[in-house]
C-alpha cells in the first residue's frame, strides 16, 4: 500500500490550502477520520473476514470521533468483531449519540456478553435474529428486510423485549460483590472471581483499574474499609489486605491452609471497639484489629466445628451489636450484652445461605435452601415478617436496600431470578427480575435517583444492574411478559409463515405470523402451561393443558384470525400437565400428556376421553414424545427422577426397562429419526448437567458420544432436516443459546445466542400432523425475554 493509500497515515496540508490540517486539529476530528477511512476497507459482505486491525479498534476510533453507528462500524465488521467492547462504549457515548443509526450496532451489544468463543456463522446469525427482535417486533415477514448475506436464519417473527442491563462481563465465574467509596469520592464497584481475582468496575461497567490477584483459590469475600483498603478472603483460608487504589498487597494477616474462610465481617459490641470477625470452614472464629490487622483478644461465641455465616446486627443508639451466627440450618443470636451465651436460636427448613443486617434497629433478614426468606429481631428471637410463595429453589443471596421510602431486602434465587421483598411486611416489591442465565451469587447496590440501584454478579459471568420494584435497568422499552408456553400450532394464512400460540401470564393468543393479526385465545384465568396441535377427522385441532391440571380442546376450522371455538375438556391429571403430544394411531388420534403429579396419561380425542394411566415415575414428568418405529408409535417419557420410559401406546404398558440416563434431571426427549435399515428411530434426552445423549429404544443402550452443550442445563429439544435431507437437533435452556448438532455425525453446526434464558423449541411439522413442510425448516424459540420463530438454512448462502 503506497504512503498515499494509506487510511492510518496522518493527513498532511496541501498545495491547495490547510483543510486537512484543520481537520486534525483536535483528537476527536482526528479519530473521526480514521474511523472513516477504515469504515471503506469493509467489505459488504459480512463473511469476508476484516484486517484483524478493524476487527479489534474500529469501534473505538468511531467512539473517540463522536461517530459510533452503523454507518462507522458496518454489520459486515461485527461478526469478527473482537475488543468485546462495543456495549460498553455505547453506554459510554450515551445522549451524544442518540441521534445517530445505531440498530445494528446495539443488537450486537445485545449479545456480546454471551457470544463468547462462537465462530463467525454463529456470530453474524445471533446478530440477525437480535437485530430483527430489536427492529421489526411483531410485524410480518418482509423477505426484502429479512435477508443478510451469510446468517444461517431468516428472522419470520419476533415478539422478543431481552433485559440490556449487562454492566460487565467477566471470563471467570463471579463469587463475591461490594461496593466501596474511595478516599476521593468515587463509587467503585468490587468483584471477586472463582480462580482468585479481583476487580473493580466504575458504575458503568468500565474496569477501573488493573485487577489484583491472590494466586490462590476462589475470592468468596470482600470487605471494604475506610482509606481505600479491602479484605478478601475465600477458599484457601487466607484473609488479604489490599490498598486497592494502589493495586497493592499489604498483608496476608490470617492464613490456614486445609480450610476455608465462610463468613468476613465488621463486629462492634457495646463500648467495644470495631473488630474484624474472621469464621473459618472447621468452626474456629477469630478477630482482627480493623486498623493494625493483628488478632485481638475479645469475648467471642463459641461455634460448632462446621462452617458459619456471620452478620453484625445494630441494636441501635449505643447498644452496639449483637451478632447473628447461622451453621447448616440451625441460626443463633450473640448479644454480648447478656453474658457469654446464646439469646436465641431456631432451625430452618433447609441449610441458611445468607444474612443481612437491615437498616432497623435490632432487625436482620436470611435465606435458605427451601426458598425461605424471613425477617427476625435479634433481641426477641421472633419472625417478624416472611416472605410468601417462596419461589423453586434456594434462596442463595442477600442485600439490604431502600425502595421508595421503604426498608427492602433484594434476595437472589437457584432460579436465576431477583426478588425485592418489603423488610416490614414480607410482601413483594415488584414482579421478579428475569435476566440472568445463571444463578445471582452475589448482590449489592449502586447510589441512585430517585433510589439505589440493585447490582448482581451471576454466576453466568455477567455483572448485572436493576432498578428495584420494577424489569431491568437500561431497557428502552417495556419488557416482555416471560412466556410460560408456546407452540408451531400448524401453517399461517401465506407460504412459509406459521400460525403460533403464545401464552404468558396477561393470557393467550394465536399470531399468524404472516399478517401480524392475532387472535384471543378464551382460555379464561388458569395460565395455559403446554400446547399441542392435532388433526381430528380432518379438523385441526389446539390443545391446551392450563395450570388447574385441565385440558381444552379448541377448533383451529374458523381460520387464523378468528377465535378458535372451545370444543371439549379433558380432566385427569392433580397438577399441571407439563408436556404433551398428538398423534395417529390405529384410524384414532390419540393424546399423550405428562404432568407434574407424576403420572403419564393417554387420551382419545376423537372420542374425548381417557385410556389409560400410568405412575411409575417417581417425581414429575417433564416431558414426552412420539417415536415412530418399525412396529408403530411407541410414547417416551422424561422424568424428575433422571429416567427416560417407552410406553406401548394401544395398552400403555412399559416396553422394556427405564432408561437410567446418568443426567441428573431428565429435562427434554426427542425423537431422532435415523437412516439405518436395522432401525428407523433414536430417542434424544436432555438433562440437567447440560448434556445430551442419544438411546437405541430397542436395546435401551447409548448411541454415541454425550453433546455437551456447555452452558447450563438441557430445557428443551426438537429435531427436524434441513432443506437437503440433513439430520438436525436443536437444544437450549436457561443459557439462553440455541445449539444445532448433525445428528449423522455428532459435529456442531451452529450456537445461535439470543442472551435470555430460553424453555421451550418448536419445529415445524414435529407436532403437526398432515400438516405441510416448508422448503426450509422453521423453528420456534420462546423463553423470558419472549418468541421467535426462524427458518433454518444450513446448505448455502
Same mark, same amino acid.
Given at each position: 500500500?503506497?504512503d498515499?493509500?494509506?487510511p492510518?497515515?496522518?493527513?498532511?496540508?496541501g498545495?491547495?490550502?490547510?483543510?486537512?490540517?484543520?481537520?486534525?486539529?483536535?483528537?476527536?476530528?482526528?479519530h473521526?477520520?480514521i474511523?472513516?477511512?477504515?469504515?471503506?476497507? %469493509?467489505?459488504?459482505d459480512?463473511?469476508?473476514?476484516?484486517?484483524?486491525?478493524?476487527?479489534?479498534?474500529?469501534?473505538?476510533h468511531a467512539?473517540?470521533?463522536?461517530?459510533?453507528?452503523?454507518?462507522?462500524?458496518?454489520l459486515?465488521?461485527?461478526?469478527?468483531e473482537?475488543?468485546?467492547?462495543?456495549?460498553t462504549?455505547?453506554?459510554?457515548?450515551?445522549?451524544?449519540?442518540?441521534?445517530r443509526?445505531q440498530?445494528?450496532l446495539?443488537?450486537w451489544?445485545?449479545?456480546?456478553?454471551?457470544i463468547?468463543?462462537?465462530?463467525?456463522?454463529s456470530?453474524?446469525t445471533?446478530?440477525?435474529?437480535?437485530h430483527?427482535?430489536?427492529?421489526?417486533?411483531r410485524t410480518?415477514l418482509d423477505?426484502?428486510?429479512?435477508?443478510?448475506s451469510?446468517?444461517r436464519?431468516?428472522?419470520?417473527?419476533?415478539?422478543?423485549?431481552a433485559q440490556?442491563?449487562?454492566?460487565?462481563?467477566s471470563?471467570?465465574?463471579?463469587?463475591?460483590?461490594?461496593r466501596?467509596t474511595t478516599?476521593d469520592g468515587?463509587?467503585?464497584?468490587?468483584t471477586?472471581?472463582?480462580h482468585?481475582?479481583i476487580r473493580?468496575?466504575?458504575?458503568?461497567?468500565?474496569?477501573?483499574?488493573a485487577?489484583?490477584?491472590t494466586?490462590g483459590?476462589?475470592?468468596?469475600?470482600?470487605?471494604p474499609?475506610?482509606?481505600?483498603?479491602?479484605?478478601?478472603?475465600?477458599?484457601d483460608?487466607?484473609?488479604?489486605v489490599?490498598h486497592?487504589?494502589?493495586?497493592?498487597?499489604?498483608a496476608?494477616?490470617?492464613?490456614?491452609?486445609?480450610?476455608w %474462610?465462610?463468613?468476613?465481617t465488621?463486629f462492634?459490641?457495646?463500648?467495644?471497639?470495631?473488630?474484624?470477625?474472621?469464621a473459618?470452614?472447621?468452626?474456629?472464629?477469630?478477630a482482627?484489629?480493623?486498623?493494625t490487622?493483628?488478632?485481638?483478644?475479645?469475648p467471642?461465641?463459641?461455634?460448632?466445628?462446621?462452617?458459619?455465616?456471620?452478620s453484625?446486627?445494630?441494636?441501635?443508639g449505643t447498644e452496639?451489636m449483637?451478632?447473628?451466627?447461622a451453621?447448616?440450618r440451625?441460626?443463633?443470636?450473640?448479644?454480648?450484652r447478656?453474658?457469654?451465651?446464646?439469646?436465641?436460636?431456631?432451625?430452618?427448613?433447609?441449610?441458611?445461605?445468607?444474612?443481612?443486617?437491615?437498616?432497623?434497629?435490632?432487625?436482620?433478614?436470611?435465606?435458605?435452601d427451601?426458598?425461605y426468606?424471613?425477617?427476625r429481631?435479634?433481641?426477641?428471637?421472633?419472625?417478624?415478617?416472611v416472605?410468601?410463595?417462596p419461589?423453586?429453589?434456594?434462596a442463595i443471596?442477600?442485600?439490604?436496600?431502600?425502595?421508595a421510602?421503604?426498608?427492602a431486602?433484594a434476595?437472589?434465587?437457584s432460579?436465576?431470578?431477583?426478588?425485592?421483598?418489603?423488610a416490614?411486611?414480607?410482601?413483594?416489591?415488584?414482579?421478579a427480575l428475569?435476566?440472568?442465565?445463571?444463578?445471582p451469587?452475589?448482590?449489592?447496590?449502586?447510589?441512585?435517583t430517585?433510589?439505589?440501584l440493585?447490582?448482581?454478579?451471576g454466576a453466568?459471568h455477567?455483572?448485572?444492574?436493576?432498578?428495584?420494584?420494577?424489569?431491568?435497568?437500561?431497557?428502552?422499552?417495556?419488557v416482555?411478559?416471560?412466556?410460560?408456553?408456546?407452540?408451531?400450532?400448524?401453517p399461517?394464512s401465506s407460504?412459509?409463515?406459521?400460525l403460533i400460540?403464545?401464552?404468558?401470564?396477561s393470557g393467550?393468543?394465536?399470531w399468524?405470523?404472516?399478517?401480524g393479526?392475532?387472535?384471543?385465545?378464551?382460555?379464561g384465568h388458569a395460565?395455559v402451561?403446554?400446547?399441542?396441535?392435532?388433526?381430528v377427522?380432518?379438523e385441526p385441532?389446539?390443545v391446551?393443558?392450563?395450570?388447574?391440571?385441565?385440558?381444552?380442546?379448541?377448533s383451529?376450522?374458523?381460520?387464523?384470525?378468528?377465535?378458535?371455538?372451545?370444543?371439549?375438556?379433558?380432566?385427569?391429571?392433580s397438577?399441571?400437565?407439563?408436556?404433551?403430544?398428538?398423534f395417529?394411531c390405529?384410524g384414532r388420534?390419540?393424546l399423550?400428556?405428562?404432568?407434574e403429579?407424576?403420572?403419564?396419561?393417554?387420551w382419545?380425542?376423537?372420542r374425548?376421553?381417557?385410556?389409560?394411566?400410568?405412575?411409575?415415575?417417581?417425581?414429575?414428568?417433564?416431558?414426552?414424545?412420539?417415536?415412530?418405529?418399525?412396529?408403530?408409535?411407541r410414547?417416551?417419557s422424561?422424568?424428575?427422577?433422571?429416567?427416560?420410559?417407552?410406553?406401548?401406546?394401544?395398552?400403555?404398558?412399559p416396553?422394556?426397562?427405564?432408561?437410567?440416563c446418568g443426567?441428573?434431571v431428565v429435562n427434554?426427549?426427542?425423537a431422532?429419526p435415523?437412516?439405518?435399515?436395522?432401525?428407523?428411530?433414536?430417542?434424544?434426552?436432555?438433562?440437567?448437567?447440560?448434556?445430551i445423549r442419544?438411546w437405541?429404544p430397542?436395546?435401551?443402550?447409548?448411541?454415541?458420544?454425550?453433546?455437551?452443550v456447555?452452558d447450563?442445563?438441557?430445557?428443551?429439544?426438537?429435531?427436524?432436516?434441513?432443506?437437503?435431507?440433513?439430520?438436525?437437533?436443536a437444544?437450549?435452556?436457561?443459557?439462553g443459546?440455541?445449539?444445532?448438532?448433525d445428528?449423522?455425525?455428532?459435529?456442531h453446526?451452529?450456537?445461535?445466542v439470543?442472551?435470555?434464558?430460553l424453555?421451550?423449541?418448536?419445529?415445524f411439522?414435529?407436532?403437526?400432523p398432515?400438516?405441510?413442510h416448508p422448503?426450509?425448516?422453521v423453528l420456534?424459540?420462546?423463553?423470558?425475554?419472549g418468541?421467535c420463530?426462524?427458518?433454518?438454512?444450513?446448505?448455502g448462502?
Amino acid at each position: 500500500m503506497s504512503d498515499a493509500d494509506n487510511p492510518y497515515r496522518a493527513p498532511r496540508p496541501g498545495r491547495s490550502g490547510t483543510s486537512d490540517a484543520k481537520a486534525w486539529a483536535d483528537t476527536k476530528d482526528a479519530h473521526r477520520l480514521i474511523a472513516e477511512a477504515l469504515a471503506r476497507l %469493509v467489505a459488504t459482505d459480512p463473511t469476508i473476514p476484516p484486517h484483524p486491525y478493524l476487527s479489534r479498534h474500529l469501534a473505538h476510533h468511531a467512539a473517540r470521533g463522536d461517530v459510533l453507528d452503523d454507518a462507522h462500524v458496518p454489520l459486515a465488521v461485527l461478526p469478527w468483531e473482537s475488543s468485546a467492547n462495543v456495549r460498553t462504549l455505547l453506554r459510554q457515548s450515551g445522549a451524544a449519540s442518540a441521534a445517530r443509526r445505531q440498530e445494528w450496532l446495539e443488537a450486537w451489544a445485545r449479545i456480546e456478553p454471551f457470544i463468547g468463543g462462537a465462530g463467525p456463522d454463529s456470530r453474524l446469525t445471533s446478530l440477525h435474529l437480535a437485530h430483527h427482535a430489536a427492529t421489526r417486533p411483531r410485524t410480518p415477514l418482509d423477505p426484502s428486510a429479512a435477508r443478510v448475506s451469510g446468517s444461517r436464519v431468516t428472522p419470520l417473527w419476533s415478539d422478543w423485549t431481552a433485559q440490556d442491563n449487562v454492566l460487565a462481563v467477566s471470563e471467570t465465574r463471579l463469587e463475591s460483590l461490594t461496593r466501596t467509596t474511595t478516599a476521593d469520592g468515587r463509587c467503585l464497584l468490587v468483584t471477586g472471581d472463582s480462580h482468585g481475582t479481583i476487580r473493580t468496575w466504575e458504575p458503568h461497567g468500565v474496569p477501573a483499574m488493573a485487577p489484583l490477584h491472590t494466586y490462590g483459590g476462589a475470592v468468596q469475600h470482600l470487605l471494604p474499609l475506610p482509606g481505600d483498603l479491602l479484605l478478601s478472603a475465600g477458599t484457601d483460608g487466607s484473609v488479604r489486605v489490599w490498598h486497592l487504589t494502589r493495586g497493592q498487597l499489604l498483608a496476608e494477616p490470617v492464613h490456614r491452609p486445609g480450610t476455608w %474462610v465462610s463468613a468476613l465481617t465488621l463486629f462492634a459490641a457495646k463500648d467495644a471497639p470495631e473488630v474484624v470477625l474472621v469464621a473459618h470452614s472447621d468452626g474456629r472464629l477469630g478477630a482482627l484489629d480493623p486498623v493494625t490487622f493483628r488478632p485481638v483478644d475479645t469475648p467471642l461465641p463459641s461455634l460448632d466445628p462446621a462452617p458459619a455465616l456471620l452478620s453484625g446486627v445494630g441494636l441501635g443508639g449505643t447498644e452496639g451489636m449483637a451478632l447473628a451466627v447461622a451453621q447448616g440450618r440451625r441460626v443463633r443470636v450473640w448479644d454480648p450484652r447478656q453474658g457469654g451465651g446464646y439469646a436465641h436460636e431456631h432451625e430452618h427448613e433447609g441449610a441458611v445461605r445468607a444474612l443481612v443486617d437491615l437498616a432497623a434497629p435490632g432487625r436482620y433478614a436470611l435465606c435458605d435452601d427451601s426458598g425461605y426468606v424471613g425477617f427476625r429481631d435479634a433481641s426477641t428471637g421472633r419472625e417478624t415478617a416472611v416472605a410468601p410463595a417462596p419461589p423453586a429453589g434456594p434462596a442463595i443471596a442477600l442485600t439490604a436496600l431502600t425502595v421508595a421510602g421503604r426498608a427492602a431486602v433484594a434476595s437472589g434465587g437457584s432460579d436465576h431470578t431477583l426478588r425485592v421483598w418489603d423488610a416490614r411486611t414480607g410482601a413483594a416489591i415488584g414482579g421478579a427480575l428475569e435476566g440472568h442465565t445463571a444463578a445471582p451469587v452475589a448482590l449489592t447496590t449502586l447510589p441512585g435517583t430517585p433510589q439505589p440501584l440493585l447490582v448482581s454478579a451471576g454466576a453466568d459471568h455477567t455483572l448485572r444492574r436493576w432498578k428495584p420494584g420494577g424489569r431491568g435497568a437500561g431497557a428502552v422499552r417495556a419488557v416482555r411478559r416471560p412466556v410460560k408456553a408456546a407452540a408451531l400450532a400448524g401453517p399461517g394464512s401465506s407460504a412459509g409463515a406459521p400460525l403460533i400460540a403464545v401464552a404468558d401470564e396477561s393470557g393467550t393468543a394465536l399470531w399468524d405470523t404472516g399478517t401480524g393479526r392475532s387472535a384471543v385465545l378464551p382460555a379464561g384465568h388458569a395460565t395455559v402451561t403446554a400446547f399441542a396441535s392435532a388433526l381430528v377427522r380432518g379438523e385441526p385441532l389446539l390443545v391446551t393443558a392450563h395450570s388447574d391440571a385441565g385440558i381444552q380442546l379448541w377448533s383451529l376450522d374458523r381460520g387464523a384470525h378468528a377465535a378458535p371455538a372451545r370444543l371439549a375438556g379433558l380432566l385427569g391429571h392433580s397438577l399441571p400437565v407439563r408436556s404433551m403430544a398428538a398423534f395417529p394411531c390405529d384410524g384414532r388420534t390419540l393424546l399423550v400428556t405428562g404432568g407434574e403429579d407424576g403420572t403419564v396419561r393417554l387420551w382419545d380425542l376423537d372420542r374425548t376421553r381417557a385410556l389409560a394411566c400410568r405412575e411409575d415415575h417417581l417425581l414429575s414428568v417433564r416431558d414426552v414424545a412420539v417415536l415412530d418405529t418399525v412396529r408403530g408409535p411407541r410414547i417416551v417419557s422424561a422424568g424428575t427422577d433422571g429416567t427416560v420410559r417407552l410406553w406401548d401406546p394401544a395398552t400403555l404398558r412399559p416396553v422394556g426397562p427405564p432408561l437410567h440416563c446418568g443426567q441428573r434431571v431428565v429435562n427434554a426427549v426427542a425423537a431422532v429419526p435415523v437412516d439405518e435399515p436395522d432401525r428407523a428411530v433414536l430417542v434424544a434426552s436432555g438433562g440437567e448437567d447440560g448434556t445430551i445423549r442419544l438411546w437405541d429404544p430397542d436395546t435401551g443402550q447409548p448411541v454415541g458420544r454425550r453433546l455437551d452443550v456447555g452452558d447450563g442445563p438441557v430445557a428443551a429439544l426438537t429435531f427436524f432436516r434441513t432443506a437437503a435431507g440433513r439430520p438436525c437437533l436443536a437444544a437450549t435452556g436457561p443459557g439462553g443459546t440455541i445449539h444445532l448438532w448433525d445428528t449423522g455425525t455428532g459435529s456442531h453446526l451452529l450456537r445461535i445466542v439470543t442472551g435470555s434464558p430460553l424453555g421451550t423449541l418448536d419445529a415445524f411439522g414435529a407436532r403437526q400432523p398432515g400438516g405441510p413442510h416448508p422448503r426450509h425448516p422453521v423453528l420456534l424459540a420462546a423463553g423470558v425475554a419472549g418468541v421467535c420463530v426462524f427458518d433454518v438454512r444450513m446448505e448455502g448462502r
